[in-house]
């Protein structure tokens, strides 16, 4: 039987770099693992002693660069709600709320992982 491959070797090398570009997720319980052939899962909310909640699989460093963005994001306004006592939020209405150069700041982020995994942005 053939094993068959599901991500390019030059795919795998762009999304062990942007994996490493947001390695700091782990610490909110998000982990990419490089699983091979297979590509790149993305495993989050784990609970002992079940493990992971949820697990995604991407072949394409562009899409798993949006998608640990948006987490990434996610993250940066939970932590500024927490901050103002806020706990019942709607990502975009609060983010849409937060002063022009803090959406600007946050924003300006996504052009310095972007850079530093070596993905192109639109």
């Known amino acids: 039987m053939e094993k068959k491959t599901y991500i390019t070797e030059e ?4 999304c062990r770099e942007v994996a490493d570009t947001f390695a700091e997720l782990e610490d909110v319980d998000i982990v990419v693992v490089d699983v091979g052939r297979y590509g790149f899962v993305k495993l989050q909310y784990y609970t002992p002693p079940t493990g992971f909640e949820n697990d995604f699989t991407f072949t394409n460093s562009k899409e798993l660069f949006e998608d640990l963005w948006e987490e990434w994001l996610h993250t940066q306004i939970i932590a500024l709600a927490k901050e103002m006592n806020i706990t019942d939020i709607d990502y975009d209405d609060f983010f849409k ?13 996504k052009q310095i992982f972007a850079e530093t995994a070596g993905i192109e942005i639109d």
Request: no cysteine; net charge neutral; charged share 45%.
């Open 97 to 109: 709320q937060l002063p022009e150069e803090k959406q600007n700041e946050l924003m300006g982020r």
């Open 11 to 14: 795919e795998q090398k762009k």
